[in-house]
């Protein structure tokens, strides 16, 4: 073994180590804010709920007639039937996997695609910064859910163009805020360093721009799940996006709506449960932003 | 002054130049055909070249999009294909409902939000503090379409004292008020608390405490002109999703204001409508946006004089 390798795996060894006190150092801030520990104990909670939908639920979540039909909440259903007679238990815990799903993948293609326009832009700088983000203006200047709207109106509403049309309506803010930090990076020594021993430019931005804009991606994209899951809830109750009888809380809602004096469990609970999973998601995303903002680390 | 307003007002043109290619782009690159829709499934091979004839869509995109520009520039959004009224018409009467509703909305955000956000930071770690921080984060998380049917059930079904939806009496907008204030309420509550917490540590504040002023003109004349800017900018960017909560209100409440009409006319496929409307709303917007520029400018002398050099 060369010296040469020994001193490299040291300092992988120590790269290594730092990340981990750093998490560990975020995890110990985290853990003192109660509400975003509660948030993160309820987002994991509702995600196992999700997952193990099949094995948690009393009845399938399209069986006809489990119940009475609009039968209110009781021990046999215990948050009711709806006007099916489907148990709406079930259909919520089955919800939960859309909703989540729906969520992430929509933040998943906001920040994709945002992230890298935003690094690209922050990097290069001049002209292609200038076209993007005048884009990037364009999409801010149609309120985000309006835009959504258009672009499911226009493919069609299904589970899929839902999840585009909220991502794409996402993708402005995750570009905003990488340039940002990208802008404050690239004139950075290890940028420098990096470009001197020859690396490529995409290799710059992938290596050394991206991990260091990490901070802000992560808490925007946990607030952006909340509003994605929001906003892919309120298309749904407008008729534009999940349809049923996929059980989705945002469609659940407008279809208890019908029924709201003779059975208003139908619209109580599936938009609690909507703001359950909002409320959490925006507690724990609070937290991580006060734990990763350097101005308040002493 | 002016001139920095008549720069921005210009800078308005390519945006909403850019919107109008992204509806257009997204609206036309749309499966389907308008005319089928419109006609329904009965209708014959030639009247369906008719209606296409007579709607242009026969024409390429571009020709079609420059028709449409030219025309929009002109005041003329096209007729709507349900109506078939002008669709400036249709957004015109339509835009006192959803202009009412959202000025109501704003103002019942900051009367409740901006004195939330001031008890909160006054008498920080105290069970008001607390209070404020839930109700601004629960604000901020409750779906506005879910409080609204939750409000309409308390208010309307079980204890009767107020009308569930349709406009026209002061007692129709309550409730719409409520729900498409509460969000920003919250944003601007949640805000003003974090902002004065700032400036109360300022040296300023200690300077005006130590010559003996007296509180209530150290919180209105140092500390709260200050507190402002930041709360009137999220305020301000708070607008854009209050325009898009306007849609869900709308639809909720059956109020018939601009965001309803969209909503209609995208079920329907009226495209026109669809792009006037989208095309409004980024106007509006971007209006907006430009008076919270210059209200900062009517805040802070320092803005002020920054507009005034450029």
């Given at each position: 073994m060369t010296a040469d390798t020994v001193s490299t795996k040291n300092l992988k060894s120590t790269n290594k180590e730092k990340r981990q006190s750093r998490i560990g150092e975020i995890w110990r801030r985290i853990k003192v804010n109660k509400g975003a520990v509660g948030g993160l104990l309820v987002i994991l909670l509702l995600t196992g709920m999700a997952v193990f939908a099949p094995y948690l639920s009393?009845?399938?979540?399209?069986?006809?007639?489990?119940?009475?039909?609009?039968?209110?909440?009781?021990?046999?259903?215990p948050l009711g039937t709806d006007s099916f007679g489907r148990d709406q238990l079930s259909r919520i815990i089955y919800g939960a996997r859309i909703s989540l799903y729906v969520g992430f993948i929509a933040v998943g293609i906001g920040a994709v695609f945002g992230g890298f326009i935003g690094a690209v832009v922050g990097y290069y700088g001049g002209k292609i910064d200038n076209i993007l983000m005048r884009l990037m203006d364009v999409l801010l200047a149609v309120p985000q859910i309006i835009l959504s709207i258009a672009i499911v109106g226009a493919l069609g509403a299904n589970l899929t163009n839902l999840m585009i049309a909220v991502g794409v309506s996402q993708i402005p803010r995750y570009a905003r805020i990488v340039r940002a930090s990208a802008l404050s990076v690239r004139g950075q020594e290890f940028v420098e360093a990096a470009r001197a021993i020859g690396a490529s430019d995409l290799r710059i931005i992938l290596e050394n721009i991206l991990p260091n804009c990490m901070a802000p991606i992560i808490v925007q994209s946990t607030l952006g799940v909340a509003s994605a899951i929001l906003s892919a809830a309120a298309l749904s109750f407008l008729g534009l996006g999940i349809q049923p009888p996929t059980a989705e809380w945002g469609s659940m809602l407008s279809l208890g709506r019908q029924y709201m004096r003779n059975a208003p469990h139908l619209t109580f609970y599936p938009g609690l449960a909507i703001a359950i999973v909002v409320l959490a998601l925006n507690l724990f995303g609070d937290g991580l932003r006060d734990a990763l903002d350097p101005k308040l680390r002493q | 002054m002016w001139r920095y307003i008549f720069r921005r007002l210009l800078f308005l043109i390519p945006v909403l130049i850019g919107v109008s290619i992204l509806i257009f782009a997204i609206i036309h690159l749309a499966p389907g055909d308008p005319a089928e829709t419109l006609l329904g499934?009965?209708?014959?091979a030639q009247d369906l070249e008719e209606l296409r004839e007579q709607l242009g869509l026969n024409e390429s995109l571009t020709v079609q999009y420059f028709t449409f520009l030219i025309n929009s520039l002109k005041g003329?959004?096209?007729?709507?294909?349900?109506?078939?009224?002008p669709v400036l018409e249709e957004l015109l009467d339509r835009f006192e409902p959803s202009l009412l509703l959202a000025v109501c909305s704003m103002t019942l955000a900051i009367v409740v939000g901006l004195p939330l956000g001031v008890l909160a930071a006054l008498r920080q770690n105290t069970w008001l503090d607390t209070f404020c921080n839930l109700t601004a984060l629960l604000g901020f998380s409750i779906p506005g379409f879910w409080l609204g049917l939750m409000l309409m059930l308390l208010f309307?079904?079980?204890?009767?004292?107020?009308?569930?939806s349709g406009y026209g009496s002061w007692e129709q907008l309550i409730m719409p008020a409520v729900v498409l204030g509460t969000n920003t309420m919250a944003v601007i509550a949640r805000m003003t608390r974090s902002s004065m917490l700032e400036v109360v540590r300022q040296d300023y504040v200690r300077t005006a405490k130590a010559k003996g002023l007296n509180s209530r003109l150290i919180l209105t004349r140092h500390i709260l002109t200050n507190v402002l800017i930041p709360v009137v900018t999220v305020a301000g960017l708070n607008f854009g999703h209050m325009l898009g909560g306007v849609v869900i209100t709308e639809t909720v409440f059956s109020i018939p204001g601009i965001g309803r009409l969209i909503i209609d006319a995208i079920r329907f496929k009226d495209y026109p409508v669809v792009q006037g409307g989208i095309l409004f709303f980024a106007f509006c917007l971007s209006l907006v946006n430009l008076g919270v520029d210059l209200l900062y400018a009517l805040l802070d002398p320092r803005i002020k004089a920054q507009y005034r050099a450029s």
């Open positions: 009393p009845y399938g979540p399209n069986k006809m007639n489990a119940g009475p039909r609009l039968a209110s909440p009781s021990l046999k259903h | 499934p009965s209708a014959t003329d959004f096209g007729r709507s294909i349900r109506t078939n009224n309307s079904i079980m204890f009767p004292i107020l009308p569930s």
